[in-house]
């Protein structure tokens, strides 16, 4: 699968939305959202619980349609062109959904078919992504197996494996911060407090740094 | 098509993980053939079209557990929904449809395991099976369609109820007026009118019908291959278009 380089995606957002709304029945959950995120940044959504953080990845991670608005992400239509959103969007939901029947090398593995990584291509990536991850000794061990911590890890694997534009993690957990927050050269720098929130630093090594988009949509529940 | 193999080859991997399921369900068609067949044989007022009641009842326990398999398969992605894997797999690149049939797919590995113990467990109580290659495979293709009817109504009612116990209601409430108003225990003659229109209208039927031609060596058709694999062949492809509609809406 190529990566496509931000000349062939079209805008130079990685995210936007105008006048992006959510209705349930008569609750209005996300009313009338306009973000603008330019590529290579990251990006932190805060907001009490219910604020509509989660019904706004959904929308923009095409599981939700919106009710009123549109919204772009990688360039593309999240409802007339979902097809191609899903394949240069990596995603991490807020509950931990890795398949505990399964290893972690098996969770990879059907997630780079799903993607239609090259045949020839996938033994290389899994492997890079796994030990990336700090994964690779329990690799063939199932995910039931796992720490809360190395589910997470596999979760971020699993979203990075297709070598996404954007990467959206919903509600991402300590224990993950610190996994990622170590030193490297291709790391983005952490993202500072913002207003009496603890300082969120979701760092990452990035394996191409420069044709890929850095975007954490991060949400972060306040009182942390 | 790729993705809709890598969907059937997680669910064969977790088979392989833990292959006792597969163990545990075959207690109940065995003892369904053991017992029940052993003692509904000594009567003698069921007319089972020509065939001793045991030969009659091996195709119709054969069918039943491939559908009592595949219709409770729906409640994994109920599981799959809570456990938050479902929502990975909607965000993939794979097409709706690709993700139904996949999960179908993998569903049909347990039931042709299943009907492959049935089989060598009639040829053991000594039903008068067809040994043709032809008709084996003929079978093979049957029981797939069958399992698939199923899986693809079972995934839709999961799409509908939305939660665990609603779905294991549902699920009881099906099962067993499907097998019981269908020629699985006893031929359609026996029935009273209004159940013969249900049997009519209900897959299951077909599936029997086709079994008991392609199992037994003095099998007869009631209704026609054709017809058996024509019925159950459209009704699987209108059931999978619908789950491809409805599947998405399982997450909201």
Not at chain 2, 188 to 206: G, Q
Not at chain 2, 222 to 241: E, H, I, N, Q, Y
Request: aromatic content about 8%; overall charge positive.
């Amino acid at each position: 699968m190529p990566t496509p380089t931000s000349s062939e995606a079209s805008g130079p957002l990685a995210v936007e939305t105008v006048g992006l709304t959510r209705a349930y029945d008569t609750l209005i959950a996300v009313a009338d959202v306009n973000i603008s995120i330019p590529k290579g940044s990251v990006f932190g959504l805060l907001g009490p619980n219910g604020a509509g953080k989660t019904t706004t990845i959904k929308m923009l991670t095409t599981l939700l349609h919106p009710s009123q608005g549109q919204a772009r992400v990688a360039g593309f239509d999240v409802v007339r062109q979902a097809a191609q959103v899903r394949q240069y969007i990596g995603y991490v939901p807020q509950m931990l959904s890795a398949d505990a029947d399964l290893s972690g090398y098996e969770n990879l593995l059907i997630f780079s078919k799903l993607y239609r990584i090259p045949a020839g291509e996938r033994q290389q990536r899994i492997e890079e992504t796994l030990s990336f991850m700090g994964l690779s000794e329990v690799a063939r061990t199932l995910v039931r197996h796992y720490s809360g911590g190395m589910i997470r890890r596999l979760e971020i694997a699993q979203s990075l494996l297709h070598h996404p534009q954007v990467l959206f993690l919903d509600e991402p957990p300590w224990v993950l911060t610190r996994r990622l927050a170590m030193p490297s050269r291709n790391t983005c720098g952490p993202c500072g407090s913002a207003g009496g929130l603890r300082s969120f630093s979701p760092p990452i090594t990035w394996r191409r740094p420069r044709s890929c988009v850095r975007l954490w949509l991060s949400c972060i529940k306040a009182g942390w | 098509m790729g993705q809709t193999l890598a969907v059937a080859e997680a669910e064969v991997r977790k088979l392989r993980h833990d292959p006792v399921e597969l163990l545990t369900r075959a207690i109940q068609p065995t003892l369904w053939l053991l017992v029940f067949g052993q003692v509904m044989s000594q009567l003698r007022g069921i007319s089972s079209d020509g065939v001793s009641y045991r030969d009659f009842l091996a195709p119709g326990i054969l069918a039943q557990s491939v559908m009592f398999i595949a219709i409770f398969y729906g409640i994994s992605v109920i599981w799959e929904r809570d456990s938050g894997v479902l929502y990975k797999y909607m965000v993939s690149p794979a097409p709706r449809w690709a993700l139904v049939v996949g999960k179908a797919l993998g569903s049909e590995v347990r039931s042709l395991t299943q009907a492959s113990v049935i089989w060598i467990l009639s040829a053991l109580i000594g039903v008068h099976l067809r040994l043709e290659l032809g008709a084996i495979l003929g079978m093979l293709v049957l029981a797939l369609l069958g399992s698939a009817i199923f899986v693809t109504l079972s995934l839709i009612i999961a799409c509908l109820v939305k939660t665990r116990e609603r779905f294991m209601g549902i699920g009881q409430l099906l099962t067993m007026p499907l097998f019981f108003a269908s020629n699985a225990i006893y031929p359609i003659s026996l029935m009273p009118a209004w159940l013969r229109v249900v049997a009519h209208i209900n897959p299951l039927t077909y599936l029997v019908d086709g079994l008991r031609t392609l199992m037994l060596t003095g099998g007869s058709s009631a209704f026609g291959l054709g017809l058996d694999f024509a019925v159950l062949g459209l009704s699987t492809l209108l059931l999978v278009v619908i789950a491809a509609r409805l599947y998405p809406t399982i997450l909201t």
